[in-house]
């Protein structure tokens, strides 16, 4: 079935470290890989999406890869700082039915000055 | 335009009572989403609707139910909580074409 694997966390770095946080997924199909974030206290948002292979998403300094040869979606950031402070989800969309998200775990992200 | 809403944002019930859960989103969006939030787990679906009328079963649905009230309105109902209830319930919606789901604050629940 389709699932998505997330490193477990917690992540702890200090900032203006690099970071990656590693993602794979198994899936039929084609489907769009996501990345959302989950700040303390709120709900999930969007961070970025890459919907075929080699697509590059990127938003707020933060980039990932659609490597489908590896089924990888690793998240990755140059320099964090302490406001980057969050859970992360790796998320898929199945091609044929965009109607349902399969969410990772989830990798609680640390950044200490 | 303030998105996806949830209330309440906290919740404690007693097993075997009921309650109800509201969501209410004002971007026009046809589909629906109810998630459970657990440590270690991720989100779980536990139940959606693609548009105004329908409801389907997700990953999780035993000792849910839901009504899609009208397109904005989605609400999910415990009938007789239980302890393994305790979570973080998240509603979702996303729009027609877009892969894109927006979430709403959460309601955390607590079933003693």
């Known amino acids: 079935g389709n699932s998505v694997t997330q490193m477990e966390g917690p992540v702890t770095l200090s900032e203006e470290a690099f970071l990656t946080i590693n993602c794979t997924y198994t899936?039929?199909?084609?489907?769009?890989l996501f990345w959302y974030v989950q700040y303390p206290g709120e709900g999930l948002q969007l961070l970025l999406k890459?919907?075929?292979?080699?697509d590059k998403g990127s938003n707020k300094g933060f980039e990932a890869t659609y490597r489908k040869e590896t089924t990888s979606f690793h998240l990755e950031k140059g320099s964090v700082q302490v406001s980057d402070s969050a859970v992360y989800f790796c998320?898929?969309?199945?091609?044929?039915?965009?109607?349902?998200?399969?969410f990772g775990t989830g990798t609680r992200l640390q950044v200490f000055p | 335009n303030a998105g996806v809403t949830q209330t309440p944002k906290f919740q404690v019930l007693k097993t075997g009572q009921s309650m109800t859960l509201q969501c209410a989103q004002d971007?026009?969006?046809?589909?629906m989403y109810w998630y459970r939030q657990d440590p270690g787990m991720g989100l779980r679906l536990i139940y959606y609707?693609?548009?105004?009328?329908?409801?389907d079963k997700g990953e999780v649905p035993n000792g849910y139910n839901v009504s899609r009230l009208n397109k904005r309105e989605f609400s999910l109902r415990l009938e007789s909580a239980a302890p393994s209830q305790t979570s973080v319930y998240f509603c979702?919606?996303?729009?027609?074409?877009?892969?894109?789901?927006?979430f709403g604050p959460g309601t955390r629940l607590l079933v003693l």
């Open positions: 971007m026009n969006h046809n589909s």
């Open positions: 890459a919907t075929k292979a080699d």
């Open positions: 998320a898929l969309s199945r091609s044929y039915n965009t109607d349902k998200l399969i």
């Open positions: 899936a039929t199909g084609y489907p769009s």
């Open positions: 979702a919606s996303r729009g027609d074409r877009i892969e894109t789901q927006y």
């Open positions: 609707s693609a548009s105004e009328g329908t409801t």
